[in-house]
């Protein structure tokens, strides 16, 4: 058998700096617990290694959990000027983020982009499990004499978002001659989508979607995209993928939706509250598959953001094209 060839980054796209904004090149600091795989990646950069303190330029940040260590090391260490944070969505950051909004450094770079491949791959699993009735199999004892499934060849697909994870995702889509729609924050066409709309039109292709697969960051303005009225345009035959954040559906509105029988199924990486509480309505559900936020593991994505790392040390010891520049008033 042939070694597979591994994830790759589908997003290197960098950003054109004003030089207000550059940070200055030094050394490296690998935080809050230095990790042999990602101090590696700076080495191979070409960084140099400093523990936290007046010389870090550049901070990885690692953990997904301690903002407020972040917070601490930017106040105490005011001479970092670039952090780099783990995951592609930054929302766990949000508060930090809006404390240095107005500041031209420190720059902010997340992994956006990086854990693609994963993340859509995972999606289009979702996307196949719900459409062939997986979850009622998977739960049942006896033998099913009534035959249901639906096809995904040919159906419209909507992806909310534009970013790598939906980019990928249509790509991986293309064999199924799908029809998609992306909605995004403008109608800039994106690559291999039949459509793209704004995020006004969003109850206009609702109604004549099979399939909708939330890949948008999650902001103020994200927050319960998916309410009981925008569910209520969907068809009764519609399956809903969420593989971006739990927070972008409300869940008591999908429980009665799914209830009621006015969707097809639900896949759902993410979920709000997120874990899922133990006896929660969507566990054993069988229209509901729920995947514990785990679209890309640790083997996955620690490859991937490795490889982002090496791509920023580079630019900040360079010509500075950061890859997955954050904006930290937008929020992503």
């Not at 993340?119 to 979702?126: P, Q, T």
């Not at 739960?139 to 909507?158: F, K, M, N, P």
């Not at 950061?322 to 992503?332: H, L, N, Q, R, T």
């Amino acid at each position: 058998m042939s070694e597979a060839r591994g994830h790759r980054s589908t997003d290197v796209e960098t950003a054109d700096l004003p030089a207000e904004r550059r940070p200055r090149p030094g050394p490296v600091t690998v935080a809050p617990r230095p990790s042999a795989v990602f101090v590696t990646a700076v080495e191979e950069a070409g960084g140099t290694l400093v523990p936290l303190g007046d010389e870090t330029r550049g901070l990885i940040w690692l953990s997904y959990s301690d903002v407020a260590g972040l917070e601490a090391a930017l106040a105490a260490h005011p001479g970092i000027e670039w952090v780099q944070l783990p995951w592609a969505g930054v929302d766990a950051f949000a508060d930090v983020l809006a404390r240095h909004a107005d500041s031209p450094r420190p720059l902010w770079t997340s992994a956006k982009g990086a854990y693609s491949e994963p993340v859509a791959e995972h999606a289009l699993m979702l996307v196949l499990s719900l459409l062939r009735v997986v979850p009622s199999r998977v739960q049942a004892t006896t033998w099913d004499r009534e035959q249901r499934g639906i096809s995904l060849y040919g159906r419209r697909v909507v992806v909310v978002g534009a970013g790598g994870i939906a980019r990928e995702l249509i790509r991986l889509l293309a064999p199924f001659e799908t029809r998609v729609t992306v909605v995004r924050r403008t109608a800039e066409p994106v690559e291999g989508a039949e459509r793209t709309v704004g995020p006004d039109e969003l109850d206009d292709v609702l109604p004549q979607a099979d399939v909708v697969v939330l890949a948008a960051a999650a902001t103020a303005e994200t927050r319960a995209l998916l309410d009981a009225r925008r569910l209520a345009l969907l068809p009764p035959t519609a399956v809903l993928v969420n593989v971006a954040r739990g927070d972008l559906v409300d869940t008591e509105a999908l429980v009665a939706a799914l209830q009621a029988g006015r969707l097809w199924g639900a896949g759902l990486d993410v979920t709000s509250p997120e874990p899922l509480p133990d006896g929660h309505p969507l566990w054993g559900d069988p229209r509901v598959v729920v995947t514990p936020h785990q679209a890309d593991t640790p083997e996955m994505s620690a490859p991937l953001l490795a490889g982002r790392i090496r791509h920023n040390v580079r630019a900040l010891l360079g010509d500075g094209g950061f890859a997955g520049v954050v904006d930290p008033a937008a929020g992503y």
